[in-house]
């Protein structure tokens, strides 16, 4: 039998948060339903799903805050993340996935988009882990203990380690900028070659090489 998968769906709407649990039960997917960043991040102290889902216009929290917050725990980092949005603007857009957000999902949303993202995703996270740790599922955490910083590239700068660093923390661009007293232009550069040098598409792909390496650069 197949293995069920769990989705967590977080909108503040009832209407779409229902409609979406509808669709994806459909698929043969378990639903877990919150109406709040603050709602979803309790439920992620209990259970870990395989694919977060999130509204980014949000009261009290919105969806970057969310995400911000779920990547600070690392047992979290792996997660697949899709951001809904009703505004569509490339602003937008550009900045979740400066975030590392894994797709972005404009309401109104058509069953069949959103069914391919999520397999896309889903098949695309399976072959990572596979493929760079053995067969496991996504709900298993990643401990950086048994292997050496010898499995990383050597040309990675130390200033890309300590970007890189700060990225597994779960820093946001600004955030490092911040951190490290450069500009943000300097930070995406840095980002864009760490990713470019590590062989991964984004920060979620990076951080769990990461830490499947041994990572465990510190200050």
Do not use: C, W
């Amino acid at each position: 039998m197949p293995e069920l998968r769990t989705i967590l769906v977080v909108d503040d709407e009832p209407a779409i948060l229902d409609s979406l649990a509808d669709i994806l039960q459909l698929e043969g997917f378990s639903v877990l339903k919150a109406s709040s960043g603050l709602q979803a991040l309790d439920i992620l102290r209990e259970q870990i799903p395989d694919l977060i889902i999130a509204d980014v216009m949000m009261p009290e929290m919105n969806g970057y805050h969310f995400y911000q917050r779920v990547r600070q725990t690392p047992k979290h980092l792996q997660i697949p993340f899709i951001f809904l949005t009703a505004k569509g603007e490339a602003e937008d857009i550009r900045f979740g996935k400066e975030l590392g957000a894994d797709d972005y999902l404009l309401k109104p949303i058509h069953p069949e988009d959103l069914m391919a993202a999520i397999l896309g995703k889903l098949k695309r996270y399976d072959q990572l882990r596979e493929g760079r740790s053995g067969p496991t599922h996504l709900n298993e955490a990643v401990h950086p203990t048994t292997k050496s910083m010898s499995a990383f590239p050597t040309d990675l700068s130390s200033r890309e380690l300590d970007v890189l660093r700060l990225i597994v923390q779960g820093l946001s661009n600004s955030e490092i900028a911040e951190a490290l007293f450069i500009e943000q232009s300097t930070v995406k550069t840095h980002v864009s070659n760490i990713l470019s040098k590590l062989g991964v598409r984004n920060r979620v792909e990076a951080v769990t090489f990461a830490l499947q390496s041994g990572y465990t650069h510190t200050d």
